[in-house]
């Protein structure tokens, strides 16, 4: 089958630092389109003598963490006919699916999307003393480049470096809420945007179709308008 061709990631760790910046999206973007067009394709001769790992595409997961060194929203404030309240912690778990295309030994393309909880955020009816209860939710949809530079060898170890681009997606939304009636406009604030994303890290197989992966990302993020009054996430 299908799957069975695909080796299994588990026990993964990401890192992640976003930081303001955005200039190099275009050029991230620019060098995956090139690698793919520029890729050749495996030759199954040349591959015969090396780990079958390094021949093949890739599907699983990452599990980390999510460091920041962006903005944090004041603790407290006020809305429109209510105050709000929030708790940002400095890291968050998180949680990233991903599936790999290879296109040499030394080359793969890789779609990934993520989930991570930036942190609480409760609001107040000041009129009808309501509350609701809910999180910042920020989903990163990258594609990236992948470069093996012993892809080519029979080293078990495999380092790469990735460059590529980012879209993020952020939504405050509601859990729950201690309220008569749920008002629907606390529940509408989301914000979108495109940034890059640079990183390195290292696989380690340890059968044919599964493996390991430590790999450390930076991904600034920055939103064109205020999120729970703040845009550098």
Same mark, same amino acid.
């Given at each position: 089958?299908?799957? @069975?061709?695909?080796?299994?990631?588990?026990?993964m760790?990401?890192?992640?630092?976003?930081?303001?910046?955005?200039? %190099?999206?275009?050029?991230?973007?620019?060098?995956i %389109?090139?690698? %793919?067009?520029?890729?050749?394709?495996p030759?199954?001769s040349a591959? @015969?003598?090396?780990?079958?790992?390094?021949?093949?595409h890739q599907?699983?997961?990452?599990?980390?963490?999510?460091?920041?060194?962006?903005?944090?929203?004041?603790?407290?404030?006020?809305?429109?006919?209510?105050?709000?309240?929030?708790?940002?912690?400095?890291?968050?778990?998180?949680?990233?699916?991903?599936?790999?295309?290879?296109?040499?030994?030394?080359?793969?393309?890789?779609?990934?999307?993520?989930l991570?909880?930036?942190?609480?955020?409760?609001?107040?009816d000041?009129?009808?003393?309501?509350?609701?209860?809910?999180?910042?939710?920020?989903?990163?949809?990258?594609?990236?480049?992948?470069?093996y530079?012993?892809?080519?060898?029979?080293?078990?170890?495999?380092p790469?470096?990735?460059?590529?681009? @980012?879209?993020?997606y952020?939504?405050?939304?509601?859990?729950?809420y201690?309220?008569?009636?749920?008002?629907?406009?606390?529940?509408?604030?989301s914000?979108?945007?495109?940034?890059?994303?640079?990183?390195?890290?290292v696989? %380690?197989?340890? @059968?044919?179709?599964?493996?390991?992966?430590?790999?450390?990302?930076?991904?600034?993020?920055?939103?064109?308008?205020?999120?729970?009054?703040?845009?550098?996430?």
């Amino acid at each position: 089958t299908l799957l @069975a061709k695909l080796p299994i990631f588990r026990g993964m760790s990401t890192i992640v630092f976003p930081k303001q910046r955005q200039l %190099l999206t275009a050029l991230a973007v620019l060098i995956i %389109l090139c690698g %793919l067009t520029l890729a050749p394709a495996p030759d199954a001769s040349a591959q @015969a003598t090396l780990h079958p790992y390094r021949s093949q595409h890739q599907a699983g997961i990452r599990l980390g963490v999510w460091s920041n060194s962006g903005e944090t929203p004041v603790p407290s404030g006020t809305i429109p006919d209510g105050t709000y309240q929030t708790d940002f912690k400095g890291a968050a778990f998180y949680f990233e699916g991903f599936v790999g295309l290879r296109f040499s030994p030394a080359f793969m393309g890789e779609l990934s999307l993520g989930l991570f909880n930036r942190g609480d955020v409760n609001l107040r009816d000041n009129v009808y003393t309501d509350e609701f209860f809910g999180n910042l939710l920020i989903y990163p949809l990258m594609l990236r480049a992948k470069f093996y530079p012993l892809g080519g060898t029979e080293s078990r170890l495999q380092p790469y470096v990735c460059a590529g681009g @980012a879209f993020y997606y952020a939504h405050h939304s509601i859990q729950f809420y201690r309220s008569d009636v749920y008002y629907a406009g606390f529940d509408t604030e989301s914000a979108t945007s495109f940034e890059f994303t640079l990183g390195g890290g290292v696989d %380690l197989p340890i @059968a044919s179709k599964i493996a390991l992966d430590l790999n450390v990302a930076y991904l600034p993020l920055e939103f064109s308008k205020d999120l729970i009054t703040i845009r550098n996430y």
